[in-house]
């Protein structure tokens, strides 16, 4: 049995981490795995166990996560810290921490702070003169990203990433947030919910050919991680049911670096106002001689500008 299993781990985090020396008075900051329990490091499972009291995204998550590595906590050890009460639930904390305690924090997967709550708890920590120490671990951001195979960039424009997290829910918002995304050099990553899915696609679609990397229940049972044009989303979920399910990362790859464009855009700023902006992107294009793609991520710069 996986749970079993797992709480044998205890011994070997025991001798592989206990020799550290963890400072009272100090929030650990301390990641979870996104979806297999097998991810977790020594040195989280020692913390978890070393800790006075455990603040938590939510704290029957987090007992039943503590369950299967074989930790005992009671209630009274655990502390609900959320995106609801964060700021208030945060001085509970730093009264803890004040008194010499030693508190953990865990969001339901990941890495705290990151499209997820703590970030709010470690800057109030930090405003009160203590200490966060963070304990690294899975993130499905960097995992995503080590399998999208990204091309390396050609210019410093284009180099490293851009991590926005979940876009607008409203309709004119996220297009205006796609038209940004369009044009920006270097890679962006975007994280969805599955009953949102099928908007963003549709959203992204107007990226064209830009490839997106789709990756779904990432280190889960049904895993699955593709690559394709981001106009080709929308068919794609809809040949497979299964494909909208689960949690999703997606990469946007490093667009064309921008470059400075003369006519081009000249002329592109006078079609815009007149014609459908595919329309003008290629007259542009054919009458200036410069670059089709470039001139299609600058019109939807145009365009969110207004």
Not at 132 to 143: D, M, Q, Y
Not at 291 to 302: C, F, M, P, V
Request: proline share 6%; hydrophobic share 45%.
């Amino acid at each position: 049995m996986l749970t079993s299993s797992l709480a044998t781990s205890l011994g070997a985090a025991r001798d592989a981490a206990s020799a550290q020396v963890y400072p009272p008075g100090t929030l650990y900051v301390v990641a979870t795995p996104i979806g297999n329990l097998a991810d977790i490091s020594l040195r989280a499972l020692w913390v978890l166990q070393l800790v006075d009291a455990l603040a938590c995204e939510d704290t029957r998550h987090t007992q039943t996560l503590l369950r299967a590595y074989g930790i005992e906590r009671n209630n009274a050890q655990l502390l609900a810290v959320h995106q609801h009460n964060e700021t208030q639930a945060a001085q509970a904390v730093i009264a803890r921490l004040q008194a010499g305690e030693r508190v953990a924090y865990v969001s339901d997967a990941g890495t705290p702070g990151v499209s997820d709550p703590g970030a709010r708890l470690v800057a109030a920590v930090q405003a009160a003169g203590l200490r966060a120490v963070p304990l690294p671990g899975a993130s499905s951001v960097t995992a995503a990203l080590s399998v999208a195979g990204l091309a390396a960039p050609h210019s410093w424009d284009a180099q490293g990433f851009v991590f926005a997290g979940f876009l607008p829910n409203k309709t004119q918002e996220r297009q205006t947030a796609v038209a940004h995304i369009g044009a920006q050099a270097r890679a962006v990553v975007l994280l969805e919910a599955p009953h949102r899915i099928e908007a963003l696609a549709q959203a992204l679609q107007a990226l064209g050919e830009r490839p997106v990397t789709v990756a779904r229940e990432i280190t889960k049972q049904f895993e699955q991680v593709v690559t394709l044009p981001a106009g080709d989303l929308p068919a794609w979920l809809a040949q497979d049911p299964n494909r909208s399910r689960g949690e999703f990362v997606l990469v946007v790859h490093p667009g064309q670096a921008a470059a400075t464009l003369g006519e081009g855009e000249r002329v592109l700023k006078l079609l815009l106002p007149e014609l459908p902006l595919k329309t003008a992107v290629k007259l542009a294009a054919e009458i200036s001689g410069e670059s089709k793609n470039i001139l299609y991520d600058l019109a939807l710069t145009l365009k969110a500008e207004g």
